[in-house]
């Protein structure tokens, strides 16, 4: 089996693209968690194997927006995201023919990832105990809503559920409207996120001990103690009872999302900085109005509303979103501008670092894609191959790595193995 962490020379591991150079990962996993986990892998470096159903494929491949607004499954925005460096080949594990090429493969590999619902390889004879029989040192990473055990274990849930019942739900959102989620499936990639830090762990690991393991990754975990707010309102919950609320937009001075000319821009500045955004907006005499002296006190909402609307509102209308962000930034205040995803793909400070490498894929043509998540200078991150067409690989793995013959594998393909 090929080693977990490469521990070449900087110049050697340069050249094997990735830190990770040597990891050969069996992925098992569809839609957003599972297959963000694997991206990362492959992305520094890794071999990962993308495992399908024939005929479908992952789900995410119907997911659009679809390239040109054109439903196609090798034209899937989020699949071709998060599927790149990877090899991709069709398998039907429902059949023992199916089972047995599975551990073929699982003879040279050092990590498998899944995340079916729990219980579903314990079906098919593919759970953690089993496989260690082919490979004893495997590391085995499964993500799923609730986790392989407890009460919630088989409840089914999404993002928003997920979301809720982490509790970060009910802080989010105007306090005399019902809770609202955070756009987009931010938890779903957490979770991901932390499958990844889990596995590369375990293989830190066995590097010292040669032991493999089992790694239950839960997305209802993930919410519970993300650091975004979550684990800090539980701490203070503990300490005081305090229940979290939701707060109206009159509760910041010159905080929140202010309209421009043209667009939208985030002010984070509050009491403290109080002085420098009077100064901005050409009103120095606020800074002796007594609904704004005392930072001890506080600012009524009654002050908050004034200046929000009467006056900052006003001066941000009247220039436009770069102006404002520029203007703010040189008084030391924390302002972004809330970009349009064409001026996230053009902006220049992530084209001067090169975030948004362009990969040629053989259906979807040449796209921009969102780039690495940290640079490493001695072991480069890189798009070594764009997401994989459904079975695309089955010649290069089942006949190359497997040995088996072109018959063999037209066989396999005319009885629906692959």
């Not at 019942?165 to 609202?180: A, E, F, I, N």
Request: aromatic share 12%; proline share 7%; with cysteine.
């Amino acid at each position: 089996m090929a080693s977990a962490i490469s521990r070449a020379a900087p110049e050697q591991a340069q050249a094997a693209h990735g830190p990770l150079h040597g990891l050969r990962v069996l992925d098992l996993t569809h839609y957003i968690a599972g297959p963000f986990c694997t991206k990362l892998l492959a992305d520094y470096g890794a071999d990962v194997i993308k495992i399908e159903r024939p005929g479908r494929g992952d789900g995410m491949r119907h997911v659009g927006p679809f390239l040109n607004d054109a439903p196609n499954p090798e034209k899937a925005g989020p699949f071709l995201y998060l599927n790149t460096n990877k090899f991709g080949v069709t398998l039907n594990l429902k059949q023992y023919e199916g089972r047995q090429l599975f551990l073929e493969m699982l003879k040279s590999a050092d990590v498998v990832v899944e995340n079916f619902s729990p219980g579903t390889l314990e079906s098919s004879s593919l759970h953690y105990e089993e496989l260690r029989k082919t490979t004893p040192d495997l590391v085995m990473t499964s993500i799923s809503n609730f986790g392989q055990t407890g009460p919630y274990r088989d409840f089914k849930a999404n993002e928003l559920i997920e979301y809720g019942m982490g509790g970060q739900l009910r802080s989010t959102g105007y306090p005399d409207r019902p809770p609202v989620k955070l756009g987009g499936n931010v938890g779903i990639y957490q979770a991901g996120q932390n499958a990844t830090f889990a596995t590369v762990t375990a293989l830190f690991r066995r590097e010292l001990d040669g032991f493999g393991d089992y790694l239950d990754v839960s997305l209802f975990e993930t919410q519970a103690s993300n650091q975004d707010r979550r684990s800090i309102y539980m701490l203070n919950h503990e300490y005081t009872g305090a229940i979290t609320k939701r707060h109206s937009d009159a509760t910041g001075l010159a905080f929140g999302i202010f309209p421009c000319a043209d667009g939208y821009i985030c002010f984070w500045s509050g009491v403290n900085r109080f002085s420098r955004v009077a100064e901005m907006v050409g009103r120095p005499e606020l800074m002796n109005d007594p609904r704004f002296a005392d930072y001890e006190r506080g600012v009524s909402d009654d002050a908050i509303h004034y200046f929000n609307n009467d006056v900052l509102l006003p001066w941000t209308l009247e220039r436009d979103l770069y102006t404002v962000w520029r203007e703010s930034q040189k008084c030391g205040l924390a302002t972004a501008p809330v970009m349009s995803p064409g001026q996230f793909f053009a902006d220049p400070y992530y084209r001067a670092r090169g975030f948004f490498p362009t990969i040629d894929h053989p259906k979807a043509g040449k796209l921009d894609y969102p780039g690495r998540p940290f640079i490493m200078q001695n072991s480069p991150w890189k798009l070594r191959r764009p997401a994989p067409l459904l079975g695309q690989h089955n010649q290069e793995i089942y006949g190359g790595m497997l040995g088996l013959s072109t018959k063999e594998i037209a066989d396999l393909r005319k009885g629906g193995i692959i």
